[in-house]
């Protein structure tokens, strides 16, 4: 297969996993199955951004009949093969131009994935120092940290040294099943790691403000990963109390979680309520299956394309 044949694969991947995630955008089926529709969440955007740096390198070798990343061995040949007059100027200038390309897309996604963690870690070393300061325990909350802030938050600090923090307000406004509700909620959150989740969904919508694909997978993952923790907090208690305390937060006007950490009032609340309220019935196995062999293709198609 020619460098040419591989770059017009790889570009039909591109596309098509962007295609997906609008589709997947507007779906209602995620929420039947949060865990399967994060799962192919991320296949779509680890395959589209795959997929678009193996097209504008295989662009930059359409003579070569090995993979896309062999190829770039290729690229002495090919400067030489410009230098020597054995191929057109002009053809040499485009094909070092879409490796160039390439290669410059594959650095940007990596350095807005690396900038927003280092973002991160920093705004929750940050609050840790500012907890050290004003936070304190409470026998109403064991394993939490309490803060004298009069307006109702409830939020968690994911990493080494996870933390729960909820305000004073917080303790006033919810009964005691609806706070056990809460900390189950953000216990999820630490036990499953969705900061990591939503952390590539987070570093894209940085990099590209003005796309609303990468808005709109931004909302649905972070959406999805809060109906998770609700799913996983539904296990130690009846759903009244989880909705009875989200219903309140939003009434309450909750403060928003600070950069970094991950809220149990945030996400869609009236999306969430209605879920728990009108529970739906999840994907059955060979549906969670399909999806899980649809992301696992994804995911396997351009790596294939980009190796072999």
Known sequence: MTGLEDAALLAVVAIGSACGASALVRASWPRRSPAAAILLWQAL??????????????????ASDAGVVRSLLGVGTLIRAGAE?????????VRLACLTAGLALFASLCWVLV???????????????????L??????????LVVDYPTAAAY???GLRSQIVVSVGTLELLGRGELAAVLAH??????????????????????????????????????????????????????????????????AGA??????????????????????LQPVRPLPGPAVLAVCLAAAFLVAAPVTLLVI
């Open 45 to 62: 955007g680890l395959a589209s951004g795959l997929a678009a740096v193996g097209t504008l390198i295989g662009l930059a070798m359409p």
């Open 85 to 93: 007059g054995a191929a057109p100027t002009m053809v040499v200038a």
């Open 115 to 133: 900038a927003a963690s280092f973002a991160a870690l920093q705004a929750r070393r940050r609050q840790r120092a500012l907890l050290r300061l």
């Open 135 to 144: 936070a304190h325990g409470d026998p109403k909350v064991p394993g939490a």
């Open 156 to 158: 968690c600090l994911p």
């Open 186 to 251: 953000e216990r999820a959150h630490l036990r499953e790691r969705h900061d990591l989740v939503l952390l590539p969904f987070t570093a894209l919508r940085r990099a590209f403000p003005r796309s609303a694909t990468c808005t709109g997978a931004h909302r649905a993952v972070a959406l999805l990963v809060e109906m998770l923790a609700d799913d996983r907090a539904l296990r130690g208690g009846p759903a009244r109390e989880l909705v009875s305390a989200l219903v309140r937060f939003g009434t």
């Open 255 to 276: 403060c928003p979680a600070p950069a970094g950490a991950l809220a149990a009032g945030e996400g869609e609340v009236a999306a969430r309520v209605t879920r728990l």
